[in-house]
């Protein structure tokens, strides 16, 4: 196996361990031991635990928000609704399946008050390009009620998502099919975007 693909898994096993064992619970033995290298490989490639840490959460950051952005590249141009319509439920199965990656991002956000984090600086980021995307199909053409309801969008699309179980009661149905997550949506959608979109 080559340096790189060394790395590679190395990468992979950290987000694993995040998922399964929570981000306060991780250890380079852990990962090691997943992997199937020694912990002298993870501090010859990575330095520390938590430089590896930091590339794993970039990691889960790009291919939640930059990578699902770009699988729908032109869509955004030629049908705007319908590509945020897929990119929110691509999004939404991501961090339903992996809640604990999801909640790592924000930890430092709702346990500590830090919204300097690299997490938060990418969400805004993030939040910023799909404005940008959407801003022509949304209910306002004001420039900020325009960025309230993205970041809205954003919230109660988050919250549910980290939350599932929060609201089956209510509900009577589970948000974890993808059924209910694609009528979630559209439903939420609807409140914000123009009718003729």
């Known amino acids: 196996m080559s340096s790189d693909e060394i790395k590679q898994k190395i990468i992979i096993t950290a987000i694993e361990c995040i998922e399964s064992e929570g981000f306060q619970n991780v250890t380079v033995r852990k990962i090691a031991d997943r992997a199937g290298v020694n912990v002298a490989a993870i501090n ?21 928000f930059v990578n699902n952005i770009n699988d729908y590249e032109e869509m955004w141009q030629s049908n705007t609704k319908q590509a945020l319509q897929l990119f929110l439920e691509d999004t939404m199965e991501g961090a339903i399946n992996y809640p604990n990656l999801t909640k790592a991002h924000l930890s430092d956000a709702f346990n500590n008050n830090n919204f300097s984090t690299n997490s938060v600086q990418r969400i805004n980021e993030f939040l910023t390009d799909l404005h940008e995307l959407i801003k022509n199909i949304l209910y306002s053409n004001n420039e900020m009620e325009s960025k309230l309801a993205v970041m809205q969008l954003f919230s109660v699309f ?22 209910n997550q694609k009528l979630f949506i559209e439903v939420l959608l609807k409140n914000y975007l123009k009718s003729s979109s």
Not at 44 to 62: D, W
Request: glycine share 6%; aromatic share 10%.
């Open 158 to 179: 988050m919250m549910t998502s980290m939350m599932t179980g929060l609201f089956d009661q209510f509900l009577g149905i589970d948000l974890k099919t993808a059924e």
């Open 44 to 64: 010859y490639h990575f330095g520390s635990k938590e430089q590896l840490l930091q590339i794993a959460m970039n990691a889960t950051l790009n291919e939640s």
